[in-house]
């Protein structure tokens, strides 16, 4: 019984924060600047936009991403709860001393630890093939991860045009083109081109296959007007560091 009802606690907390992680990575808004790796903002707050954090100016996207990282934290509790079933499992099991109520005991901590475990990686491999089909409209080959922060999966590839860099899950336009010691924007960031048609804005320098999402999604400069709006509200010089 107690098998059963872990495994399905197991299963809601995929159903729940595996999407929320799905949701987050595909960063398509405005952020000229991400939050430097050596401030330290806490586990949940290191991938939303410095305009976010410093002045509480955020998008739908920073909220996501907020949400994403609590999930991948839960993630983590599940993985080690998992991990605590196996050993009570085998503690019953090794102890029982021909007691063949605890041998059952420990063959279900063990066989009800697996099954939720499988769930869980079933889950996540299922959603991560639909988000790569969903963002490049076809099914991806390209192994991804959860960025835990470790060198394991440090520059390793945790989404489409995404890779872990400092427990932070990146776009290569970001991680290519990040702003240098004293610049206050990116070089570029990850535009929507679909969008200019409605804005009357035309983005310029832009670069394909480096940022989550499709065609549309491209790596571009970033724009003046989004450099003044920056500058204005932080109430900075009217000189832009470009």
Known sequence: MFARLFSLILLIGVLIFIPQTVLADAKTGVCTKQIPSNRNVGPFLQNVCLECYDQGNCSVNDILSVIASIGNFILGI???????????????????????????????????????????????????????????????????????????????????????????????????????????????YCADLSDDEKTGNRETGCIKNLCPGGENIQCCNVPDYLKEHYMQEKGLSDEITT
């Not at 922060?149 to 045009?161: S, V």
Request: glycine share 14%.
């Open 78 to 188: 599940i993985a080690s709860l998992v991990f605590l079933m196996y050993i009570i499992g085998g503690i019953y099991w090794l102890t029982a001393g021909g007691d063949k109520g605890r041998v059952d005991k420990g063959k279900k901590y063990v066989v009800g630890s697996t099954f939720g475990l499988l769930i869980v990686l079933f889950a996540y491999a299922g959603i991560t093939t639909l988000k790569l089909a969903l963002e490049s409209g076809k099914i991806g080959d390209q192994e991804v991860i959860i960025c835990d922060g470790t060198d394991a999966t440090e520059g390793k590839a945790c989404g489409l045009n995404q890779k872990c860099v400092k427990n932070q899950c990146l776009s290569l336009c970001t991680i290519q083109y990040s702003a240098q010691e004293g610049e206050f924007f990116d070089q570029k």
